[in-house]
């Protein structure tokens, strides 16, 4: 799901910013508009990031996690999860957990990032509306 939460996200943010650099060219722009537009292109940028590095690592770290699990004949739980406890007595599980952790930390950081700007923007086009 989130590769293409990330993809549509992106494509988004990229005609976004292309409407509003052709819309305010660079040389006419005021500060105001360059900040727009550079909030738009780092949205775009944060969003390849987690579609490009954090998305792969994930995909990657989730084959191997489950690989695991079937060996320890957990994770087809309904209900509350077993790997906890498995981990407490697998090194391997407990360190996959914490990478993952770690890696879904700083994907959801970004996202995060990539939220605030766009909330920035869209308080600059708000601010635009005339009542």
Same mark, same amino acid.
């Given at each position: 799901?989130?590769?293409? /939460?990330?993809?549509?996200? #992106?494509?988004?943010?990229?005609? !976004?910013? *292309?409407?509003? #650099? /052709?819309?305010?060219?660079?040389? !006419?722009? *005021? =500060?105001? %508009?360059? /900040? &727009?537009?550079?909030?738009?292109? !780092?949205?775009?940028?944060?969003?390849?990031?987690?579609?490009?590095?954090? =998305?792969? $690592?994930?995909? %990657?770290? $989730?084959?191997?996690?489950?690989?695991?699990?079937?060996? %320890?004949?957990?994770?087809?739980?309904?209900? #509350?999860?077993?790997? &906890?406890?498995?981990?407490?007595?697998?090194?391997?599980?407990?360190?996959?957990?914490?990478?993952? #952790?770690?890696?879904?930390?700083? !994907?959801?950081?970004?996202?995060?990032?990539?939220?605030?700007?766009?909330?920035?923007? =869209?308080? /600059?086009?708000?601010?635009?509306?005339?009542?």
């Amino acid at each position: 799901m989130f590769p293409a /939460y990330f993809s549509m996200v #992106g494509v988004c943010c990229a005609v !976004s910013a *292309t409407a509003f #650099g /052709y819309m305010h060219p660079w040389k !006419s722009a *005021t =500060t105001t %508009e360059k /900040y &727009q537009l550079g909030f738009l292109v !780092s949205a775009f940028a944060f969003n390849l990031i987690n579609l490009f590095v954090f =998305t792969p $690592m994930t995909i %990657e770290m $989730m084959k191997h996690r489950h690989k695991v699990e079937r060996e %320890e004949n957990i994770g087809n739980e309904i209900g #509350g999860s077993k790997n &906890q406890e498995v981990a407490k007595k697998n090194p391997k599980l407990a360190a996959m957990n914490k990478n993952f #952790g770690i890696i879904h930390g700083l !994907s959801s950081l970004i996202n995060l990032m990539s939220f605030g700007v766009l909330a920035m923007h =869209t308080w /600059y086009l708000a601010g635009k509306l005339s009542l």
